[in-house]
């Protein structure tokens, strides 16, 4: 009996082994089929070495020096990527990046440091895969770039698929977000605000052009933002509205803001750029007599490339990035 025993451990660790190399193999070749994909679609993507071990119950890929470079101009450079996953379930993988690296944006380079900064995903079992649900946590992160940065103490976004590979359910949450000192003189010159903004939290539904899959670019098509809240000092913001994008990058739409320390408000976005200095004192009268034990409670609406509080123009929006996710 222990003969037979013996003889069935030594097959059964066969088969495992057979199975991980020719596993191992297959998400060796999915990786480059990937990496051909996106440099057929324009994207740049140089690396020093692809290897794949983790036997015998992991895949662990890592990738030594990626250089990424998409044709909208963003990409990311790294000393290093790795991307674990079970080997029974290779589908949903951890991807784990380095404590710095440079992130590539039309406007120019930003250096990312963080104490941890990782993310999981959940892809569809294709040779062409399509992101179902993924999330990105993030702690003790720096960014720096020319003009200007911030460092974020917590960080987390989920993603999730509902009903189509172009419709995702989005939430973001941000705790501690300090700008650093010369951009926080410019929001706040007076210094009325702490140095860091306490939380913002996001949950909607944003709707793309084409699915998350590797080589793609996806725009922003719209967003259904069921709620948004801002908590920094004084100021207390809550929004939702949905927004429809065009070819452009423009926003449209009406979004609903009921908002404390307004005034506080209106002065961030004069220092901003969001709101011309000139136009200040027309807003501030307007609200204040819209004020009740200093909330309001108004309706943005977001038309031709503007921002109009009624018929008031606000001023000029900006042209969203793509791609936006």
């Known amino acids: 009996m222990a003969k037979w025993l013996t003889i069935l451990a030594i097959a059964a660790a066969l088969l495992w082994s057979g199975w991980w190399v020719m596993g191992s193999q297959a998400v060796s070749r999915g990786a480059e089929a990937g990496i051909a994909a996106a440099r057929a679609a324009g994207w740049r993507v140089e690396y020093d070495d692809l290897s794949v071990s983790g036997f015998p119950n992991r895949f662990d890929t890592t990738v030594d020096a990626p250089e990424i470079l998409a044709p909208s101009g963003w990409g990311v450079t790294a000393p290093f990527l790795q991307v674990f996953a079970l080997s029974y379930r290779p589908n949903e993988v951890i991807a784990v990046a380095p404590g710095q690296l440079t992130v590539a944006t039309p406007a120019g380079p930003v250096e990312v440091t963080s104490d941890d900064l990782r993310a999981s995903a959940t892809v569809t079992p294709s040779t062409t895969p399509e992101l179902e649900r993924a999330t990105v946590v993030a702690e003790g992160v720096t960014v720096t770039a020319r003009a200007g940065g911030l460092a974020l103490a917590r960080g987390q976004l989920a993603s999730r698929a509902v009903g189509s590979p172009l419709r995702h359910d989005v939430a973001l949450s941000l705790s501690d977000l300090a700008p650093d000192r010369f ?20 949950d909607g539904t944003v709707e793309l052009d084409r699915p998350l899959a590797a080589g793609a670019e996806p725009r922003l098509r719209a967003l259904d933002l069921r709620r948004g809240d801002l908590r920094w000092g004084e100021v207390a913001l809550d929004f939702a509205g949905r927004l429809d994008v065009d070819g452009g990058g423009l926003p449209s739409g009406v979004l609903t803001l009921e908002a404390e320390g307004w005034d506080v408000l209106l002065d961030l976005a004069v220092g901003a750029g969001v709101l011309p200095a000139d136009r200040l ?25 503007a921002a109009f509080l009624g018929p008031i123009p606000l001023g000029p929006l900006p042209r969203l990035p793509a791609p936006m996710l």
């Open 183 to 202: 951009a926080l003189s410019l929001i706040d010159p007076e210094g009325r605000l702490p140095a860091a903004i306490e939380s913002v939290e996001l």
């Open 281 to 305: 004192p027309l807003v501030a009268a307007v609200l204040g007599a819209m004020a009740e034990n200093g909330r309001i409670a108004v309706e943005l609406s977001l038309r031709e490339g």
